[in-house]
């Protein structure tokens, strides 16, 4: 157990709904970040937040959204889906504070299987 | 432009032998870290070693090592006596600057260990 929390782990739905996947980071870790991983693509960078904050933004379509909460919990917002969008959605976390000098490595969470019918 | 690249695809070793995994990475940012993680099949990511870009040796960890060469830009990952529980995808992955720590990753290199 890596210690960073994801729900659901699957998830099965069709072309045009809307899904939310959730993430509890590590304890102590401040920042989360999301990450697409498709046979295609590869493993995408989507966004990260710090401390509630958005912090680093990346291949992150329009129609999905993601917050970070006061309790430091995550959850990405992916609507309109298509069948492009299934994937494995995964969230990680770090301790991240300010100016990195160190490592700050990553853990990631197990994912969440997107599938899109 | 790929900033991070894994030339090889797949890649078998035999047990107990070690194997190298490739990993070319481009920046302008005198500041960044290099990463290498392990997916096995369970899908789960797994992180083995890290090497700053100004560290002046070479990362190790257990039977894994970086085989860091800055001038040529490559973070190769050495796997020594390789088992059968190595079999999985491998990822390099790199952080430029300070500001964040988001990682972008490679295309991976499947990694399989025959018996």
């Known amino acids: 157990d890596s210690g960073v929390t994801q729900t659901p782990k699957h998830l099965i739905t069709a072309t045009g709904q809307r899904v939310t996947l959730r993430c509890s980071p590590r304890s102590g870790d401040l920042s989360v970040y999301w990450y697409q991983q498709s046979l295609d693509q590869g493993l995408q960078f989507l966004i990260q937040y710090y401390n509630g904050e958005e912090r680093a933004k990346g291949n992150i379509l329009e129609r999905f959204s993601a917050q970070q909460f006061p309790d430091l919990h995550s959850e990405l917002n992916l609507s309109s889906l298509e069948l492009g969008d299934s994937a494995l959605y995964f969230c990680a976390s770090s301790v991240e504070a300010g100016r990195i000098s160190g490592a700050n490595v990553l853990t990631f969470g197990a994912g969440s299987r997107l599938t899109v019918l | 432009a790929q900033k991070i690249t894994q030339t090889q695809p797949g890649m078998f070793v035999q047990e107990k032998e070690a194997v190298t995994l490739d990993c070319t990475y481009d920046?302008?940012?005198?500041?960044?870290?290099l990463f290498w993680y392990k997916q096995p099949s369970s899908g789960e990511m797994i992180f083995l070693i890290y090497q700053g870009s100004y560290d002046q040796q070479n990362a190790t960890e257990g039977r894994y090592s970086l085989n860091f060469q800055k001038a040529r830009k490559s973070a190769n990952l050495v796997i020594s006596a390789s088992q059968l529980g190595d079999s999985a995808m491998y990822f390099c992955?790199?952080?430029?600057?300070?500001?964040?720590?988001?990682?972008?990753f490679g295309q991976g290199t499947t990694l399989q260990v025959k018996p």
């Open positions: 920046t302008s940012d005198p500041s960044y870290g």
């Open positions: 992955a790199m952080r430029e600057g300070q500001s964040t720590g988001k990682l972008i």
